[in-house]
């Protein structure tokens, strides 16, 4: 369905404890963005009627129905690199990406 990788669990994990008030990570797909649709990361405390929601171990994710229909078959990742570290998701759907792939076509 949708997979997290150690990772992105780790600095999920780490980023909910430092908040306290925000329980859950949330992933949605927007319109827009350089290749049509872009990816949102946030970290929240209310679950949405149409919400999944993914248990990892200690770390919850949400994700609406209608951008599970995007990701599905997805991995998130954290990654750290030369240009900074970020949530990357690894989309088999996408048809195309932006050079710093938080923008996708399907």
């Known amino acids: 369905m949708f ?3 150690k990772s992105a669990l780790d600095r999920i994990e780490s980023v909910c404890k430092e908040k306290e008030s925000d329980n859950f990570f949330r992933i949605s797909v927007d319109g827009g963005g350089c290749q049509g649709f ?7 405390n209310k679950v949405n009627k149409d919400d999944k929601i993914l248990n990892f171990d200690k770390v919850k994710v949400l ?3 209608t951008s599970l229909g995007f990701v599905q078959g997805s991995k998130l990742d954290f990654v750290e690199d030369m240009i900074g570290s970020y949530f990357k998701i690894s989309n088999p759907n996408a048809t195309s990406t932006c050079g710093c792939g938080t923008s996708f076509s399907v």
């Open 3 to 5: 997979d997290v990788s």
């Open 38 to 44: 872009s990816y949102k990361f946030t970290f929240d």
């Open 63 to 65: 994700i609406d129905e």
